[in-house]
């Protein structure tokens, strides 16, 4: 853990942002206390009184959910003494009172009683939920002697701490700042090479270019598809019955090229959704719409094609609504939503966009029983290692025939050149034959859909609807003559100002990337149920500055990690513990675990043994044998991978729906059945054996022991050894307490292996990573268990 600031740098720091807090308090003081409707009153509604009387259920006929409805009986607009709900709020007789005690809903408390009262009392007002309105762009407050901003990020957080008497955090350490920034934009810690040349780096825009140079890294684009693949609930397993593996692997490449080309959001979308549609649709683009294939299905011969057909439509709804609109839309497959203005008809029109997509020829077996089958429609195509062979062959093809299309070469070259064309020819043709088969969308003649009475598919009865969007986002429009398609779904999903809920929805998840909590915590579900942004200015203006820069993400992750509101330190301020116990307000930076791909990922780089290759093929790290023994259909036999590929990045990792690796399980990844926006962060013991035991924690102990005892220039001795392997797990310099502990285990653990033999070879015998030569076998052993330690440290596994 990083040492607190002392009072003294305290003292300092505060001195120099009285002027600018004061003036920015002065600024925001004159604002007049008027009640928001967003903010104040539709919480209220909604945990209280929606369940009964909202979109999807009214009882006793009243709907509380818009001012017409509201103010026909229910709500006197300026009397509150005359309105019927203030009163059966402030009732305390179960037979009369709201919510009724038989309602198992949160009763209004005293405090929202008064805003009720003063919200009626100021006429009622109704807002359309927060996440539908126009975007705003409001400038934020700039005081004269405000030193502290660098953005407009800086100027919004600093004038709402004014308003709460609080100041901004001292900067972290460049240590801290540098560690923080890599893990952040890479999924990486930085090389001790890569730290002590930031450190070196005097120049004033120093931090500036290293952010700049992070982003254009392939590893950004590795991060980045991580985040990506859960929400889009990538998986290499269909999910359901035999749960056996598909082909889907330059789909996962297409994302990775993606993000490392900075391809624009919006471009990324229609791509996905709709690139078979596109005129003329190259290789990648077609690859991309691999994204309408990633739901769970089934291998199994005797499924009923309806009843799939209904799963598949309802979990797309249910995938797409979440992505780019972070809306409840599955609560609609059975009935009306209850909390947010999302109708049955609705999911059902929202579904028959993608009634084109899939030929329900359930699967075509490769040969009997085996893994994976073909899911037509498939193609081949590269992967990401291919694909950059071929750019070069086929530029040095174009560069030979034009020397022989040009001035005619001398006699004696034309042949040398002509051979050298062959070549190439044949060389693609070879590289052509690497390509790999994926899942695809051709688009077919669309099926019929019906709205299913309760969700049934055997049900018939419902009336045939066509492709529309939610109807309370006003969604682009169809005529007699015309059909809507998925690309007039995903060119709407990204049309900026017309649905301003997707640049939302992207900057609040980029937000939680960044500072630990979205805008809105609640990042998979923006409707009623969720809470008012705590910055919804700054909100908008970053979804505008995503929009207005053409969806470039880079240039936003830009802005949020180069603020100084990022740059502060993370240390724990008492006056913040009852004020802001969650750090939203962001008084200071957040302390995140990192996630489970990270945790590995920052082992085998502290190790040495992070082997990098952009895209190709999957990874399948060591895994307890017996694991897969309940799979069938066929049974499979792991096997672990072996050289480099045992080494890869987390993202290359397969992942097998029904049996997640149990590394990835112990550190709360998701089986990708469905849209994950935000992992849950648990404290198990399985988690702390995972890192303690687990073959790939142990063999990358093993190589950072081996790396301590064969690498620190000589003379070495165990203190100087000691304290470059705390730093290269950590990042920083340890202190003369911290070395001195591990001292002791070092020593302890001498004198335990050369006493047990055996049991260091065992040890020892961990992972497919060779064994430095010379060094004895008790000793690396003593060393492995130091490396255990440091790779277990709270502050390796965590982003301060």
């Known amino acids: 853990m990083r040492p607190l600031q002392t009072p003294l740098q305290a003292w300092l720091f505060a001195g120099a942002l009285l002027i600018t807090l004061g003036a920015a308090k002065f600024a925001i003081a004159g604002e007049p ?47 509150p003494d005359s309105s019927e709900v203030l009163a059966r709020v402030l009732s305390d007789d179960p037979d009369y009172q709201m919510p009724p005690p038989s309602a198992n809903r949160p009763a209004v408390t005293p405090a929202g009683a008064e805003k009720l009262r003063q919200w009626i009392a100021e006429g009622a007002e109704y807002q359309l939920h927060w996440a ?30 004014a308003t709460q008497d609080l100041r901004p955090s001292p900067e972290a350490d460049r240590e801290t700042l540098a560690r923080r920034v890599y893990l952040d934009v890479t999924g990486l810690p930085p090389t001790t090479a890569q730290l002590d040349a930031f450190l070196a780096d005097n120049r004033p825009d120093a931090y500036e270019r290293l952010v700049d140079s992070l982003l254009e890294s392939p590893r950004y684009a590795e991060r980045m598809a991580t985040w990506w693949f859960d929400l889009v609930r990538f998986s290499d397993t269909v999910g359901y019955h035999g749960d056996q593996d598909h082909r889907i692997a330059p789909y996962r490449d297409y994302v990775l090229k993606s993000f490392h080309e900075n391809k624009p959001y919006d471009e990324f979308t229609v791509e996905q959704l709709a690139g078979d549609l596109l005129p003329n649709p190259d290789l990648w683009q077609r690859v991309a719409t691999g994204y309408n294939r990633l739901l769970q299905t089934s291998h199994e011969g005797g499924i009923q094609d309806d009843e799939y057909r209904a799963k598949m439509m309802a979990d797309r709804v249910r995938n797409v609504s979440e992505v780019w609109l972070a809306a409840s839309m599955g609560c609609a497959e059975c009935h009306d939503h209850k909390f947010d203005p999302i109708s049955q008809r609705d999911f059902y029109r929202m579904g028959a966009f993608f009634a084109d997509v899939d ?40 560069e030979l025939e034009k ?5 005619m070469p001398s006699p004696d070259k034309t042949p040398e050149l002509m051979k050298k064309l062959t070549e190439m020819r044949h060389q693609r043709v070879d590289l052509e034959a690497k390509f790999t088969p994926t899942l695809v969308t051709e688009a077919v003649e669309p099926h019929e859909v019906r709205l299913l009475p309760r969700g049934d598919w055997m049900d018939k009865s419902g009336e045939v609807v066509t492709p529309a969007t939610p109807a309370v986002l006003n969604g682009p429009a169809s005529d007699e003559n015309s059909r809507l398609t998925r690309l007039d779904l995903a060119r709407w999903l990204v049309s900026g100002e017309e649905n301003p809920v997707t640049p939302r929805v992207v900057v609040n998840r980029l937000w939680r990337l960044y500072y630990g909590s979205g805008f809105t915590k609640t990042l998979i579900d923006m409707g ?28 936003v992750i830009r802005l949020m990690v180069t603020s100084s509101v990022y740059r502060q330190d993370s240390a724990p301020r008492y006056e913040l513990q009852d004020l802001d116990p969650q750090n939203r307000l ?17 082992a085998l780089q502290v190790s040495g043994l992070l082997k990098h290759q952009f895209g190709g093929g999957f990874a399948y790290p060591y895994q307890p044998e017996g694991y897969y023994a309940q799979l069938a259909f066929p049974e499979r036999d792991y096997q672990a991978s072996q050289g480099d590929d045992q080494h890869r990045r987390g993202v290359y990792t397969h992942w097998q729906r029904q049996y997640l690796h149990p590394w990835l399980l112990a550190f709360d990844a998701p089986t990708r059945e469905e849209c994950t926006a935000q992992r849950p962060v648990s404290n198990t013991p399985s988690a702390a054996l995972v890192l303690l035991n687990d073959p790939s924690f142990v063999e990358a102990s093993r190589a950072l022991a081996a790396r301590a005892l064969t690498e620190p220039a000589k003379p070495a001795t165990d203190d100087a050894r000691l304290r470059w392997a705390w730093r290269e797990a950590t990042g920083r310099q340890p202190h003369r307490d911290e070395v001195a502990a ?31 030569e010379g060094v004895a076998t008790a000793e690396l052993a003593a060393w492995t268990s130091v490396g255990r330690t440091l790779i277990n440290l709270s502050e390796t596994i965590t982003r301060d």
């Open 403 to 407: 020397q022989l299309s040009g001035k």
């Open 33 to 79: 206390a008027r009640i928001d409707f967003n903010r104040d009153i539709r919480p209220i509604l909604s945990d209280s009184c929606f369940a009964c009387h909202g979109p999807g259920t009214q009882e006793a006929g009243l709907r509380l959910d818009s001012f017409e409805h509201t103010t026909e009986w229910a709500v006197v607009a300026g009397d």
């Open 359 to 398: 030929h329900y020829a359930s699967f075509v077996p490769i040969a009997e029983n085996t893994s994976p089958a073909m899911r037509p429609p498939e193609m081949l195509a590269w992967t990401l290692p291919v694909y950059e062979q071929l750019q070069k062959i086929d530029a040095q093809i174009a």
């Open 586 to 602: 962001l008084a200071r930076q957040s302390r995140m675990r990192l996630e489970a791909e990270q945790l590995r990922d920052t």
């Open 132 to 161: 539908y309105l126009p975007l705003k762009r409001a400038e934020p407050t700039a005081a004269e002697t405000d030193t502290w901003s660098r953005n407009a990020i800086d100027r919004f957080i600093l004038a709402k701490l």
């Open 528 to 555: 009623s149920q969720t809470e008012p942004p705590t910055y919804p200015e700054l909100l908008d203006w970053l979804a505008l500055e995503l929009v207005e820069s053409d969806w470039d993400l880079k240039h």
């Open 742 to 772: 591990l001292a002791d285990l070092l020593a302890k653990h001498r004198d335990h292996y050369a006493a047990e033999p055996q049991a260091a070879e065992e040890l020892l015998a961990v992972g497919v990573a060779p064994r430095p």
